[in-house]
């Protein structure tokens, strides 16, 4: 045995800790390879061989044999660093491979405890000789928790703003793709630790592979008398049902910060009926039935269709690809199916569309100028030629995209960039506001951007629904081939023609009827009060036959199932108007025709009229979607669910799944069943 490790055995033999556990010592290792990436992060696209270097650094922790590493050390010795492995043994190991990518580990090794303390941590993690020179305290002590520092991200953090920021995003720790790790010691105002109780979840937790989401506290329960307005803009996205489905049917449950209810609700078409012509964009329909979850609550069900333009109705197509080749995309998932998916699009678009191709990352700048799709031979093989590399494009890249989409403006028509990519990538402008600045720029000047991401590990959830928002346009994640054909072929015409900007709704409640409400998903959507009649505003929009859902659990007043006591100082007592006791509440919706500035306003009331008394009489729309929305609940934890569980979920779902022609709500619910073996 080597000087070094005799002092690092000395050293763990001194410690009086707890048994490693692996969720830690998945987080170390994660650690180091997020930290070194995140150092490096100009060489993410361009490294030698062609992978980024979370990737290089997995295969090499996928290849140590641990459990013989660990018996290097006597079975008595207990391992330091968060509960689990030392990071001190994690660096002995990488440093003493016969591998070329050692020393940039050893780096790595060294930030990996700068990065644990930026992130508030699960301890207190200290460098060997610290260890060393300083005697076991009596108590063991705990890094303070920093302070949640955001609750909506309008932008992912840059590399150098990603330790300072940590608390904007969260992902998967070490395997722990469903749960937070907790502190084993609570802190107290003096730093010092209290045994025996358990402290509060730290505001974020570690990435796994760099996978990241936004992070935003599940809607609270609010009192009508106190604040009896919700505002939101509305959402299309369906991401986060695409990739809760491929987390699942991968073998675990998705972490929760990237279980969006909303967009699995809106993953769905419903049977609202849509307006008869297109002098208004979208009709709504309003329904209220027993909560599913809770008898003493009810659900109110918000649903817009949006109008569905004929063939002969739509407008031209410009398209640009703005396609990712870097070394990440070279697995089945992602460009081989990227191509794919891009072809399937290509059979929707009329022969006078207009389509080109960007790369960046592999082949560099322009792969196919402005063509027609009567042309999709030329289209087929540019498609056919791409190829998963490691050199950089550089400026070849958003910009470049952008002015080939200006150069073929179709005024009226649809001009846009869509944005393949696995989420990790830098496309020519790596500040995230000047990024923002630059897409608001172009969709303000008549260029919208969506969004498809493909591939998991470092899949970067937060960075892509922050550019479809900026850009007006969609965000949708694609698993399958089927997924392709879902969002590219049958949604074509949602995913590409806007009907209806900047669509925005606010209900306000019934203080004579509602007690307390609580809006179920869109935490990334609300908007504040006076956001509504601010026509400066952005907010969601509306493609052509989209169907959007919100949901809202109210309990009536009198209810046993009020969660808020009565206040001691100040009274709930509200006189209500006449009629008021016929409505539960008021809903208005805002919009703008697309070209248009000023906003158009729809308002009706939300009556008693519309209710029905047994969930079995509410409306096939309605109890699907309160399946859908009870499992996404589930996955986040079911804070207000109580009782009802996976089971539960299946039932309403099968007494709610209709003709289901293409087998959607069968695969929800074979989800489910395999949601309940995690």
Avoid: C
Avoid at 102 to 119: G, H, K, T, Y
Avoid at 507 to 531: C, H, K, M, Q
Avoid at 548 to 559: F, I, K, N, R
């Amino acid at each position: 045995m080597s000087d070094e490790l005799k002092r690092i055995e000395d050293i763990f033999k001194a410690q009086q800790v707890d048994a490693p556990r692996d969720a830690a010592r998945d987080a170390a290792i994660q650690a180091a390879m997020h930290a070194f990436d995140e150092k490096k992060s100009e060489a993410r696209q361009g490294n030698p061989i062609g992978q980024r270097l979370t990737e290089q650094g997995n295969k090499i922790y996928r290849s140590l044999n641990w459990r013989r590493l660990m018996k290097t050390f006597e079975p008595k010795f207990a391992y330091a660093a968060a509960g689990g492995v030392s990071l001190l043994v994690m660096a002995f190991a990488v440093t003493n491979l016969n591998t070329s990518f050692s020393p940039q580990l050893e780096r790595a090794a060294e930030l990996a405890p700068q990065l644990f303390r930026s992130q508030g941590g699960t301890a207190a993690i200290e460098r060997a000789d610290d260890l060393a020179a300083t005697p076991p305290p009596s108590q063991p002590t705990v890094q303070k928790q920093i302070p949640n520092m955001a609750a909506e991200p309008s932008f992912a953090p840059t590399p150098t703003q990603r330790l300072d920021n940590r608390s904007r995003v969260t992902g998967v720790v070490g395997g722990l793709s469903h749960r937070k790790l907790k502190m084993s010691e609570a802190d107290t105002s003096d730093g010092a630790a209290s045994p025996g109780r358990i402290a509060p979840e730290p505001v974020f937790v570690l990435p796994s592979d760099g996978e990241l989401f936004p992070v935003a506290d599940t809607n609270p329960v609010k009192r009508v008398t106190e604040d009896p307005l919700s505002t939101i803009s509305v959402d299309v996205d369906t991401a986060s049902y695409a990739f809760m489905r491929a987390a699942i049917n991968a073998g675990s449950l998705p972490p929760q910060a990237g279980v969006r209810v909303e967009e699995m609700i809106n993953y769905f078409d419903y049977d609202y009926a849509g307006p008869a012509d297109a002098s208004q964009p979208f009709s709504t329909t309003l329904s209220i039935m027993p909560t599913p979850w809770n008898s003493g609550t009810k659900l109110v069900s918000i649903g817009i269709q949006g109008y569905e333009l004929p063939a002969a109705e739509l407008p031209g197509a410009n398209l640009v690809f703005l396609i990712d080749t870097s070394g990440s995309m070279n697995a089945p998932n992602k460009l081989p199916l990227l191509r794919n998916s891009f072809k399937l699009l290509l059979s929707t678009l009329k022969p006078e569309d207009t389509v080109s191709i960007v790369t960046y990352a592999g082949s560099a700048g322009t792969v196919l100028e402005p063509t027609k799709v009567a042309d999709e031979q030329s289209i087929l093989k540019a498609l056919d030629r791409l190829e998963a590399g490691g050199s950089t494009a550089g400026e070849a890249g958003i910009q470049q995209a952008y002015q080939l989409a200006e150069s073929q403006m179709i005024e009226g028509g649809v001009n846009r960039v869509i944005l393949a990519t696995d989420g990790d990538f830098n496309v020519g402008i790596s500040d995230p506001d000047r990024l923002k600045d630059f897409i608001e720029r172009k969709r303000d000047n008549g260029v919208t951007l969506s969004v498809l991401g493909f591939g998991r590990g470092n899949y970067n959830d937060a960075l892509m629904q922050a550019l479809a928002q900026n850009g007006n346009g969609n965000a949708s994640y694609i698993d399958t081939l089927s997924e392709a054909r879902k969002v590219l072929v049958e949604e074509a015409g949602s995913t590409l023609f806007t009907i209806a900007n900047d669509v925005k709704l606010q209900v306000e409640f019934n203080p004579a009827v509602v007690s307390e409400y609580r809006l179920i998903g869109y935490e990334t959507r609300v908007l504040a009060r006076e956001d509504f009649n601010n026509d400066k505003v952005d907010a969601g929009d509306i493609g052509a036959g989209h169907t959007v859902t919100a949901l809202y659990e109210v309990t009536p007043v009198g209810s046993d199932s009020e969660l808020m006591d009565d206040l001691r100082y100040s009274s709930d007592d509200a006189p209500a108007a006449a009629g008021d006791v016929n409505e539960y509440g008021f809903l208005k919706i805002r919009y703008k025709l697309p070209g248009e500035t000023t906003s158009k306003l729809i308002s009706t009331p939300i009556t008693t009229a519309l209710e029905v008394d047994r969930i079995e009489d509410a409306s096939q729309s309605a109890r699907f979607a309160a399946s859908v929305a009870a499992f996404g609940q589930l996955l986040k934890g079911g804070r207000y669910l109580g009782s009802y569980g996976y089971d539960d979920v299946i039932v309403l779902a099968g007494g709610a799944k209709g003709d289901d022609e293409f087998g959607y709500r069968s695969e929800f619910i074979n989800l489910v069943r395999l949601a309940k073996q995690f």
